[in-house]
């Protein structure tokens, strides 16, 4: 065990590295950076060549990057064009924000994902079935920011009981969650319905059943336990596509997290705050990933034994 | 084997459970705050009629103690020489001042009416070239006390000229670069010393460029200090920022002017979406929204056009083979229904233009005669030519529609446009390429030329070395000679250099002076002018 998640800490630092590398030269052969960084319509040369001094663009660029790698292993990004502070500050403290959206977003796609599953699979072939299979394939197709729109019109503007976007209060967190989540709810639903309806047609099923286990157990104890493993892993790839879906959520919603910075910082060309926003994003998805790992041994003594 | 892994996976399972509860907890408290809930929490009851103690010190009756205005952007700091545009000028020039103010006006011919009112200036004279007095305005305290004299204004002025400051990589940097000194003839008043003639310059940084900054506190702690702790001498001082939520101001009691705006207290929301912008006021969440957008308007009961615009057109390729036949750019403008555009994508709050900005040049707009546009295309041997349109600039919401009106336009009289929209970086880099490299048809919304200011717009679009594609040098030295000149003399010299650009050499297509349009709740009264940024004594409350 202790030899296997040293394995997976080794195999996600080195992730975390390649995407150091990646980002770098990638923002680095989109263009030259200081030209992301002037405006077009008011800057000269000499404040083209003040900023390329200032920044270091001038020198070699194996120089740039070893300063680049050597702050962010540190933590240390530069300063951000845009705020004028460090960008690891900016970044950080819009974590928490996105965290909670994204947790809350997991926890509404399990309650609702999960007894829907349940309920098809129980009652496979006949109109439940059929009602939540074409439920899950529409809310598996529609985009998060049509929902925010509907949802804000519906329950902010028409019936207002909820506020349009904001931040602070539980209230704020409900329309990005439910605007968030569709997607997420609509594809688990798909893949544990066909898992459990798959499950119920085993022999250990009819055993059950045969034992005069109630249906109820079947369901819960036996059948949903052993979809969980398939569960686990859609709900960590879910949880990471949460992370990247708050982007234009966030941005509607107004809401602090991570996704409102990164997009701000590809608008206002701040390169320091889109390179800590990938490192950041990318340590949390790495340690999530490793998460589900986990959880997987946890779950299946086979993958342990393996 | 298999039992005692059963045995170990209820503690487990604890564990997990136990530390994603924490996780989530933690999460909470983080991200629900007192401080950000109780925030919130008087955001929603700010639509309510409140006699709290702040209404009670001037604000009338049965109206919100604390004005919610929906802003586009976040301000990124700030200083006075944030560079955030209009959204973040909204929040700062509450705080700081300029010399002088104000008051563009936008006629229908689609020029502006431009007055000097005091500010922290009484008044200047120019008696040289190269010299300008401002008479400054007694009284005036900065809102740490600091008091506002002529040590002060040089110092702001020194600091608005320095490149290696603040305003390093403002949009007003270029105001300063023409400063030779600033001399201190007495407590109130002080004198620019230029180190050329270039009087648009100046009186563009009479009232953008330079704002009152406190002598001590901008010394003692650099400008830097500003970012996050503005002080300034206008109305409104910082009461408190919460990154990513909201900015708070107070009204500043010892401002000299005791007649300006009425709000005790205002508090910005950064929506960047028009659409939850506009939401915002119709669930009463905000009182005022700022650029919503044409679109937006119409859901929209109250609304409202001033407070900053743009000019919209096309860049055409002067080097490309095509667009650099004078009967192909002509033909092109001929294309446009301008006044269609302007009616039918932008609801009224666009006027049509035959030029960028808004200055004294009478000029007709191209009319739209496709027949002609048919003729001269087929004349140039242009016909089925298959030509480039780049998009993407994003600073006017209406860019999509207007990309494929255009498209529509020029395909009916014989060409064959590609639409390509980039994202703003990319666009922004294609747009500075050299001329050969440039795409023959390049969308351009631009706001020089919008505050006073046109020689350096001139070269900017038009001239050698400029980031347009029109290059005749004899051009050139006219634009550098009106930048010299005023009064008369200035305006004809202006009327023949347009009117020869226009109808000689069409280098460009203007289509539209954009508007911006803001939603308003039902008890605001906004008047507002053309200029760049609001002023709340420009919004009446009641």
Known sequence: MTAYLLRRLASGAGVIVGLIIFAFFASHYIGDPVNLLVDREFSTDEDRARLMEAGGFNRPVQEQFMDFAGGAIRGDFGNSIWQ?????????????????????????????????????????????????????????????????????????????????????????????????????????????????????RRAYVSTARAKGLAERTVLLRHVLRNSALIGVTLFGAELIGLLNGVVLVESIFAWPGIGQVALQAVQKRDLPVLLASVFYVGVVVTLLNLLVDLAYVTLDPRVRLK | MTASIRDSRLPRRRVLAGAGGTLLAASVAAACGSDSTTSTRSAQSTTAPVSGTVAAASTPANLPAEFVVANEIEPSDLSPYAGAGYGGWLVTMQIYETLMETRLGLNRAGTLDMTFTPHLALSFEHPDPLRWVLKLRPNVTFHNGEAWNGEAARISAEIMADAKQAASLSKVSYLGRNLERVEVVDASTIAFVTKNPDEETLRQALRIGFVGLPPKLSTEKGVQTFFENPVGTGPYKLKDWTRGQQIRLEKYSGHWNQNGPTMQSVRFIARPQAAVRAQTVKAGEAHFAYNIGAEQAQGIKNTVIGGGFQSSGIRLNNAHPVTGDVRVRKALNYALDRAAIAKSIFRGSALPIAFFGFQPVKLEPFAYKPDEAKKLIDAAGARGTQLEFVYGETRIPEEDQLAEVYKASFDAIGLRVTLRKLEPKQYNELGGKPFPEQPPLYMETTSSGNFGEIAGGLADKYGCKGTGTFCNPSFDAEFAHLATITGDARNAKLQSIAERLHNDETPRVWVAAV????????????????????????????
């Open chain 1, 84 to 200: 004028n502070r460090p960008a690891s500050r900016v970044v950080i403290e819009r974590l928490p924000a996105t965290a909670l959206l994204a947790a809350a977003g997991l926890a509404f796609t399990a309650l609702l994902a999960v007894p829907a599953a349940l309920i098809a699979g129980k009652y496979a072939g006949r109109w439940p079935d059929s009602l939540i299979s074409g439920l899950a394939t529409a809310s598996a197709s529609t985009a998060s920011f049509w929902w925010a729109l509907v949802l804000i019109m519906i329950f902010a503007v028409r019936l207002g009981v909820l506020p349009t976007s904001g931040y602070g209060s539980w209230r704020n967190l409900i329309l990005p969650v439910v605007a968030l989540t569709p997607g997420a709810i609509g594809r688990i639903t798909q893949v544990l319905q066909t898992s459990i309806r798959t499950e119920m």
């Open chain 2, 515 to 542: 508007q911006q349009v803001h939603g308003f709740a039902d008890f605001v009264k906004p008047n507002l002018p053309a200029n760049a940024w609001i002023l709340f004594e420009d919004i009446k409350l009641g």
